[in-house]
């Protein structure tokens, strides 16, 4: 039993002794790798610059650069001063015995970063940027999400870089810690020179700013006159970014309007013709001074924008509307009025109790909105009634002459024609060529007539302008004459013929065509 325990023992020991032997070889064998965190897997980023010229950049400094509008000292600054504060000693380094070190503001998705800044010897600027507190410094991710991720950058500068509007980025004080293509070439516009930074404020607001408003205008400046734009901004924890899009445009149509307002306003002001205009609540919007003095309401009643209905019960009690029997036919009167209105065009007149008298004008417009014209036409009415007046005194002249007159136009139409001629010839026809017919009865030749035809048809003053014609039963011989009167007219008058015109119109026997004139003597 001994013996077989002390082989065992000897067996287990030599097969560890071969194992011990092979982990050894092999571990003497294995090449040895790099730390994973080594510092020449993280290269430094140092720039070096002559005055506002790049000398020299390490790899990672060069990256910087790329993303940069230019690679000098000027577009560099740009980039640090997002993320560092008061970069202005990095222009006097003397005054910090030529060497300070900066220490960066921490950011979304960035780690704080330490800025070293040296004066060399030869009076050049070293400008070190160090990330002592990035725990995720060297390590390696994967190839294809690096590229994917570049790329999407990179497209995503390309897009803000070519917008056609203004694109700025302010931190908490107000200062620009970005801004895009567009916005850089506007303030170059104004410096020819370089792109100062900080960054300048050249959107000026047209107003002062609202804390509630999502949009402000505001404007810049420039040789070629003042753009416009409106502004829309976007505050996070960090910053705010604003949105310049152009308004030159709008500007321009807002002018336009208040152009065309200011020349209504003055238009309406000037009428004669008093004016309401009631939006669709039926409240009054709009009136010119002409509505004062036809109405007699006041400016404070008109200014409070009182409603329509009260409008006009300010205008009964002025008693600047018809009288109505009683209120409630009163307040049907005012309805029917506003109806009309709004379905379409309406005018009524109304004849105050002072003798003047109003055309009132309703109109709809678009919106339910309702216009009302007051027009004074008392002077017009006077004008009408006299004129009228003027008419019928001039008929019951004409009605008492004891001759028969007819007057045409100058195409024909009878104008006028008076009692006596209704009288003699039984009708009033509407045309020369019905008269003509009248005036031949039943004669087959009718002595006269044709001499008096020949007269109407003619174009000048003159010639053969009386005659005679056999006149209806019972009245025998007519003399004629006819007067030319202005605008082409021509005025017919009929009398009894003398014996001596009589007998020159003795008519043949075989001229008689019927019963309706009678065969009568002209000889005396």
């Known amino acids: 039993m001994h013996v077989f325990l002390t082989v065992a023992i000897a067996v287990a020991g030599s097969a560890l002794s071969f194992i011990l032997a092979i982990l050894a070889m092999r571990w003497t064998a294995r090449p040895e790798r790099r730390a994973l965190l080594d510092a020449d897997l993280v290269a430094p980023c140092i720039f070096l610059f002559n005055g506002a010229r790049l000398v020299d950049a390490t790899g990672p400094a060069r990256a910087i650069l790329a993303g940069c509008a230019a690679e000098d000292l000027p577009a560099l600054k740009i980039w640090l001063a997002q993320r560092f504060d008061d970069l202005s000693v990095l222009d006097d380094l003397s005054a910090h015995h030529g060497r300070v070190e900066l220490l960066g503001r921490g950011g979304t998705g960035t780690a704080r970063l330490r800025l070293l800044a040296e004066e060399t010897e030869g009076g050049s600027l070293r400008l070190t940027l160090v990330q002592p507190d990035c725990a995720s410094a060297?390590?390696?991710?994967?190839?294809?999400?690096?590229?994917?991720?570049?790329?999407?950058?990179?497209?995503?500068?390309?897009?803000?870089?070519?917008?056609?509007?203004?694109?700025?980025?302010?931190?908490?004080?107000?200062?620009?810690?970005?801004?895009?293509?567009?916005?850089?070439?506007?303030?170059?516009?104004?410096?020819?020179?370089?792109?100062?930074?900080?960054?300048?404020?050249?959107?000026?607001?047209?107003?002062?700013?609202?804390?509630?408003?999502?949009?402000?205008?505001?404007?810049?400046?420039?040789?070629?006159?003042?753009?416009?734009?409106?502004?829309?901004?976007?505050?996070?924890?960090?910053?705010?970014?604003?949105?310049?899009?152009?308004?030159?445009?709008?500007?321009?149509?807002?002018?336009?309007?208040?152009?065309?307002?200011?020349?209504?306003?003055?238009?309406?002001?000037?009428?004669?013709?008093?004016?309401?205009?009631?939006?669709?609540?039926?409240?009054?919007?709009?009136?010119?001074?002409?509505?004062?003095?036809?109405?007699?309401?006041?400016?404070?009643?008109?200014?409070?924008?009182?409603?329509?209905?009260?409008?006009?019960?300010?205008?009964?009690?002025?008693?600047?509307?018809?009288?109505?029997?009683?209120?409630?036919?009163?307040?049907?009167?005012?309805?029917?009025?506003?109806?009309?209105?709004?379905?379409?065009?309406?005018?009524?007149?109304?004849?105050?109790?002072?003798?003047?008298?109003?055309?009132?004008?309703?109109?709809?417009?678009?919106?339910?909105?309702?216009?009302?014209?007051?027009?004074?036409?008392?002077?017009?009415?006077?004008?009408?009634?006299?004129?009228?007046?003027?008419?019928?005194?001039?008929?019951?002249?004409?009605?008492?002459?004891?001759?028969a007159l007819i007057v045409f136009n100058a195409v024909g139409q009878v104008v006028m024609v008076n009692r006596a001629y209704t009288q003699l010839w039984g009708e009033n026809p509407g045309r020369m060529s019905d008269a003509l017919k009248i005036w031949r009865g039943d004669w087959a030749e009718a002595p006269g007539l044709a001499e008096l035809e020949r007269e109407l048809s003619r174009d000048g003053v003159g010639g053969q302008d009386r005659g005679v014609i056999f006149g209806p039963a019972g009245t025998g011989v007519l003399a004629w004459s006819m007067t030319a009167l202005p605008g082409g007219k021509r005025m017919v008058r009929f009398a009894a013929a003398s014996a001596s015109q009589a007998d020159t119109a003795q008519p043949p026997v075989e001229a008689l065509a019927g019963p309706g004139r009678q065969a009568q003597s002209l000889k005396a």
């Open 138 to 403: 060297g390590i390696v991710v994967d190839s294809l999400s690096q590229q994917a991720m570049e790329e999407e950058l990179a497209l995503l500068r390309q897009i803000v870089e070519a917008a056609p509007m203004m694109i700025t980025r302010r931190d908490d004080a107000g200062n620009i810690v970005w801004a895009n293509a567009t916005y850089l070439n506007a303030v170059e516009k104004g410096d020819k020179n370089a792109t100062p930074w900080p960054l300048p404020e050249i959107l000026k607001s047209d107003a002062t700013p609202d804390a509630a408003a999502v949009i402000r205008r505001a404007r810049v400046e420039g040789g070629e006159g003042t753009n416009w734009f409106d502004c829309y901004e976007h505050s996070d924890g960090d910053g705010t970014t604003t949105y310049a899009l152009p308004a030159d445009a709008e500007v321009r149509a807002e002018q336009n309007l208040r152009e065309f307002l200011q020349t209504l306003t003055k238009t309406f002001a000037d009428l004669p013709i008093g004016l309401a205009i009631f939006d669709r609540e039926r409240q009054l919007q709009l009136f010119n001074p002409a509505l004062i003095d036809l109405t007699g309401l006041s400016v404070g009643f008109l200014t409070a924008r009182p409603s329509l209905y009260s409008v006009l019960d300010q205008l009964r009690e002025l008693r600047i509307v018809p009288e109505p029997r009683d209120y409630r036919s009163w307040r049907k009167q005012i309805t029917t009025l506003e109806a009309a209105a709004a379905a379409g065009h309406h005018v009524e007149t109304w004849s105050l109790p002072g003798g003047r008298t109003y055309r009132v004008t309703g109109r709809p417009h678009p919106g339910g909105a309702i216009a009302f014209l007051f027009d004074d036409i008392t002077s017009e009415i006077t004008l009408t009634r006299k004129f009228r007046a003027e008419l019928s005194l001039g008929s019951q002249v004409l009605d008492g002459l004891e001759r």
